[in-house]
């Protein structure tokens, strides 16, 4: 018998395995993979997501793997400065933002909940199949070893589908949804080690993704002490309507992608003191996914059961907020889940009611992409380039980039 079962064994299910435990209750994490490495790239955590960390006591650990930039700071497809904010502490916050390894974050939280869980806390290989009629109050909840094809019960006062923009628990709760919907931008990842850019600390964003656009930041702090960094980047580019099915392809993480496929479309490119071309050149394993989210949901869970993180609400990674709204998830379950014991049922529903209009505000904010119809409005008036960007853009306008990035990243109205 297991109090709570979480299914899925990414930043958002761990967390949450932290956050219950630390709240005295019972918890344990399955996941199909059969083993968790380090995979993906770059993640921004924003300050809301940071003193979640830092509360369940990993403060350290990230101040010693993660950058804290100070800036994100927008330039056109040439390199011409058009807005620029400060970040993190630089903002105001208690809390730094941080950049750091998706990889490196998920195995130190994982190495926490294993050091403070005991190592039989998380199982892999084994993944979520059905839920079976109750028992004595309780969920049969069966799962799958995956290796050996053998399906078996166990038994939970809980479950969360922390599982993933293809979860398995939220199709057993709203069927025949059907696929991601793809909105025509396809991206390009990768982390290449590299010479400071920008001062070291900044979050660089140049162009547009109506037609290309580039995010580009340093993840490490280690890399940063010793005067190098590494650099995570994402290329966006959009395809016409009438290419979406040939070109929206799998939505897997780890799907590798081609240099030639992306190179094309930032031939010249330059922002500052950043070759472009060079650093997707310099790229050892580039990764190729389509810009996909769901239709928000009008309920997450029922009776014992609920959504967490990108099971619940998937959204375009437009304000770097995915990762940080599962964590901020995770600290509302556990919080409400121990308000409301010993009903689990209440402290899931209260979870809900607190988090599920607020995160699918954050993914229809996303969906609008207010930012970039800003950045696209400079490409049209400046295709060239400019000299002053208040010659292109009204006082208006560029205050309306503040707006934007915060409702996209859920930091303001």
């Not at 060239?384 to 006082?395: K, N, Y």
């Amino acid at each position: 018998m297991t109090d709570v079962l979480v299914a899925g064994a990414g930043i958002g299910g761990l967390t949450a395995a932290l956050g219950l435990h630390a709240a005295g209750i019972e918890v344990r994490v399955v996941d199909a993979v059969d083993e968790l490495r380090p995979a993906g790239v770059g993640i921004n955590l924003l300050p809301y997501a940071v003193r979640e960390l830092t509360d369940l006591g990993l403060g350290a650990e990230l101040a010693a793997t993660a950058v804290a930039p100070d800036a994100m700071t927008h330039f056109d497809r040439h390199g011409n400065r058009i807005w620029s904010e400060p970040r993190g502490l630089a903002d105001g916050h208690h809390w730094p933002q941080y950049s750091l390894h998706r990889g490196a974050l998920q195995l130190l939280l994982l190495d926490a909940v294993r050091d403070r869980l005991g190592d039989h806390a998380v199982r892999t290989g084994t993944a979520f199949v059905r839920l079976a009629e109750r028992e004595g109050g309780a969920l049969r909840v069966i799962l799958r070893d995956v290796a050996r094809g053998r399906e078996y019960a166990v038994r939970a006062r809980a479950l969360v589908g922390a599982d993933g923009l293809h979860s398995a628990v939220r199709a057993m709760l709203h069927p025949g949804e059907g696929p991601p919907q793809w909105n025509g931008v396809r991206m390009w990842r990768g982390v290449a080690e590299w010479h400071p850019v920008l001062g070291g600390r900044t979050v660089a964003i140049a162009g547009s993704n109506a037609a290309a656009k580039l995010v580009v930041y340093p993840i490490s702090r280690p890399a940063q002490e010793r005067g190098r960094a590494v650099l995570n980047w994402v290329a966006e580019v959009r395809f016409p309507r009438a290419h979406h099915h040939a070109m929206a392809g799998p939505a897997d993480w780890n799907r590798s992608g081609r240099l030639s496929d992306v190179l094309p479309h930032y031939a010249g490119w330059r922002v500052a003191d950043l070759d472009v071309p060079a650093l997707f050149a310099a790229t050892r394993h580039i990764l190729e996914y389509p810009m996909v989210d769901r239709d928000p949901l009008a309920w997450w869970g029922r009776g014992p059961v609920t959504l967490l993180g990108d099971a619940a609400h998937p959204m375009y990674p437009v304000g770097s907020s995915g990762g940080s709204q599962a964590i901020l998830d995770a600290g509302v379950l556990a919080r409400c889940l121990a308000y409301a014991s010993p009903d689990r049922e209440a402290g899931l529903r209260a979870y809900e009611e607190v988090r599920r209009e607020a995160a699918n505000a954050v993914v229809l904010a996303n969906r609008d992409m207010p930012a970039d119809r800003v950045l696209q409005a400079v490409a049209e008036r400046a295709p060239d380039g400019f000299e002053r960007v208040e010659d292109v853009l009204t006082p208006q306008e560029l205050g309306a980039l503040d707006a934007a990035y915060r409702r996209t990243t859920g930091l303001g109205p």
